[in-house]
């Protein structure tokens, strides 16, 4: 059983930055795909990024790319999310998750374990 752990959310303004990042434990962390995904108020839960094990593929959301940069640290068991020129869209709870197997995927079901999310305010 894996457990993750979101931290590094909080209000910043637009055009601002946050690391968000996500501490593993429970399981054998370098052979899980992770990935970020966030839901706004009012909308659904959609994919923000995703990694290989290697951390040598990554998948964005077009929305976020060029702006937001996700990475692995295996040593560390810790994956993170990168935002830059945060946007007052972006606001929403983030969530990391990880599934099981060696290909990136954006599709929420092959997540088997999410954190419980993390808070991220952009302003005007």
């Known amino acids: 059983q894996v457990q993750l752990v979101e931290s590094g959310g909080g209000l910043v303004q637009a055009g601002g930055s946050l690391r968000l990042s996500c501490a593993a434990s429970?399981?054998?962390?370098?052979?899980?795909?992770m990935g970020w995904f966030r839901q706004a108020p009012g909308k659904e839960r959609e994919f923000v990024a995703a990694l290989t094990w290697s951390g040598g593929i990554t998948y964005y959301a077009d929305s976020v790319k060029g702006r937001f940069t996700i990475s692995r640290d295996n040593g560390k068991n810790t994956v993170y999310l990168q935002m830059n020129s945060l946007k007052p869209e972006d606001t929403a709870v983030y969530y990391c998750?990880?599934?099981?197997?060696?290909?990136?995927?954006?599709?929420?079901?092959?997540?088997?374990?999410w954190g419980q999310g993390t808070q991220v305010t952009v302003s005007s």
């Open positions: 429970g399981g054998t962390f370098s052979r899980y795909v």
């Open positions: 998750a990880a599934a099981p197997g060696p290909i990136p995927t954006m599709r929420q079901y092959e997540y088997h374990y």
